[in-house]
């Protein structure tokens, strides 16, 4: 089986099928990489489309520096980026997140509402470190394809990542703070001997 | 070193967690999870907020091999066209025109069954 850079050069030579193996390749890897940032199916799916025809009609530029995985995913999500530069800003508010639970009755609910939560506060952090957290834990990438794909330098990922983590952990133990919530502390998973995790109950 | 001193930054956790610890501070920090159960609570809070946060990904992709066929195929159809954008554009509208369910409808109908 050809490598990604095999087929990248072969159609450069002009081989279009070679172009239709690559889009096998990685169009599930990017429908979900869009679908992560834009959320709305019928976006995703048009900056999937997008990305595949600016990346032939580009391809000539693509020098093999990086992968061209990365290299694809650069483009989704600076389309991606455009997109939502367009659309109005939607956040969960924390506030809605339902937490009249009673205690021990409704361990399903308590474990999405945990999930809202998280995924509200990854939505607010900044663009940067919002993108290098889903990119190292949703989509398991290296620092060096995350600094590929974020156009900056390897400590520039790896710093925008480990703030946003920083960013999120704080903001999980304020929120533990404003909630007498007892279920809510014993899920949340911020160290420092405050919190106990489910496997220790 | 005093290895029962403070916790170390969460930057070296972290560090520690993704793989990315300096060579000369990796035995430190080996030395300072060993003697100190502060610094072994927040490695383990660091741990587990990662996989909290890896645990409330939402995104669900559609299983269906159709699905991605179709994907593909329409792909390469606008690249094949001699406008590739406008060629993308008049094969979405194509699908709605026809009221078949269309790949978009599709997506969001895989996604819900899943």
Redesign the interface.
């Known amino acids: 089986m050809k490598s990604d850079i095999e087929l990248v050069e072969d159609v450069k030579a002009g081989d ?1 099928r070679a ?2 193996e690559l ?2 390749r990685h ?2 890897a990017l ?2 990489l869009s ?2 940032f834009l959320r709305e ?2 976006l995703a ?1 048009d900056v ?3 990305s ?2 600016k990346a ?2 580009k391809i000539h530029l693509f020098e093999g520096r990086s992968s061209f995985k990365s290299w694809l995913f650069q483009i989704a999500v600076n389309t991606a980026k455009n997109r939502l530069r367009s659309l109005p800003h939607e956040f969960v508010n924390i506030d809605d997140v339902h937490l009249g639970i009673d205690p021990g009755a409704e361990n399903g609910m308590v474990r999405e509402d ?2 809202k939560v ?2 509200s506060e ?1 939505d607010r952090l900044p663009e940067r470190q919002r993108l290098a ?1 889903s990119l ?3 989509e398991d990438l290296s ?1 060096k394809e995350i600094a590929q794909i974020m156009a900056c330098p390897y400590d520039t990922a ?1 710093a925008n ?2 703030h946003g ?2 960013r ?2 704080e903001r ?1 133990e304020t929120l533990q703070g404003q909630t007498d919530w007892e279920d809510f502390e014993t899920m ?6 405050r ?1 106990r ?1 489910e496997v220790e109950q | 070193m005093n290895h029962n001193s403070h916790p170390r930054p ?2 070296w956790w ?2 520690l967690i ?1 793989g ?1 610890t300096e060579p000369s501070l990796s035995e430190d920090l080996t030395l300072l999870l060993l003697n100190s159960p ?1 610094g072994r ?6 741990k ?12 669900l ?1 559609p299983e269906d091999g159709t699905y ?1 066929r179709d ?2 195929s ?3 159809a ?3 066209g001699p406008n ?2 406008l060629q ?1 554009l008049q094969t979405k509208h194509t699908g709605a025109e026809t009221g078949s369910l269309g ?2 409808s599709r ?2 109908a895989l ?1 819900k069954k899943n």
Request: aromatic residues 8%; hydrophobic residues 40%; without cysteine.
């Open positions: 279009r172009f239709s889009v096998q169009q599930r429908l979900r679908l992560r199916p019928s799916e999937v489309q997008e595949f025809i032939y009609e945990l999930r998280i995924r990854v957290l190292r834990i949703f620092f790896k990542y480990r983590l920083m999120l952990k999980l949340l998973p911020v160290e420092g001997g919190m995790t | 969460d930057e972290i560090d993704e990315e502060a609570e927040r490695l383990r809070g660091l587990e907020l990662r996989q909290a946060i890896k645990d409330s990904d939402e995104v992709l991605y994907m593909h329409r792909i390469m606008a690249i094949d590739p954008r993308r790949p978009v997506l969001h996604i």
